[in-house]
């Protein structure tokens, strides 16, 4: 949604603002990050809307919608141990990313609007302002590398030798989320798994993925294509 569309529909249909209430992540979740979109003129009746927000989808399955900046708020205040990405209208954000700025939660704001040169100026105040856009396609290309960032942030390192790892004190001093991990690969690499565990894991990704048609193909590609042999 560009910001001259938000100026042509400037009245938001009776359905999206009688609904004050912001679309709430699902409980399961497949990525430790959440998407807020916030933009005064979301329709999700609209198909403009229904097709930027599959996009979105595509990158981020948790996204939360907003019309108004006290939603995109309330929304970050509820992430506990998530990475947020917001993106906003020019109009709204230059109200609402001084209030959001400085939330540590906040990993990134984008800008999407309907012009570019309007809004580069007072963005360059906000280190947090990774881009101001036109289009949803360079959004998303801009939010696949914070998400690859992200994920790389999560990946454990240790760099004990294997003497060293075979203390018992240094094994105590080990981060909880390096014995997580080392615990996770030897349970995806030492486990076999039968047809049953492949559909259980197919059903357990649909109930995570269940607006996300894209990642729904994928899952039944798994379920039907899936040979051990095969694995990497």
Request: charged fraction near 25%; glycine fraction near 4%.
């Amino acid at each position: 949604m560009s910001e001259s569309k938000s100026n042509q529909n400037t009245a938001v249909s009776t359905k999206s603002s009688a609904s004050s209430n912001i679309r709430q992540p699902r409980q399961r979740m497949a990525q430790n990050y959440l998407l807020i979109w916030v933009d005064a003129s979301i329709d999700e009746e609209k198909k403009d809307c229904q097709d930027t927000l599959t996009q979105l989808k595509n990158v981020v399955n948790d996204v939360s919608l907003c019309t108004e900046p006290d939603q995109c708020i309330q929304a970050l205040n509820k992430v506990d141990k998530q990475q947020a990405f917001v993106i906003t209208s020019g109009s709204l954000g230059q109200h609402l990313v001084p209030e959001i700025h400085g939330m540590p939660q906040l990993d990134t704001i984008y800008i999407f609007c309907g012009n570019k040169s309007r809004h580069e100026g007072w963005t360059q105040n906000w280190p947090k302002i990774k881009g101001v856009h036109t289009n949803i396609k360079d959004i998303c290309q801009a939010l696949q590398l914070a998400v690859k960032r992200c994920d790389q942030d999560t990946i454990a390192v240790s760099f004990l030798t294997v003497n060293e790892m075979a203390s018992t004190d240094n094994l105590n001093q080990l981060e909880p989320t390096f014995m997580y991990t080392q615990l996770f690969k030897e349970i995806l690499l030492d486990i076999k798994y039968d047809d049953k565990a492949i559909k259980d894991l197919a059903v357990c990704c649909r109930g995570v993925f269940t607006d996300n048609p894209s990642e729904l193909e994928v899952i039944t590609e798994l379920e039907r294509d899936y040979r051990p042999e095969k694995a990497i």
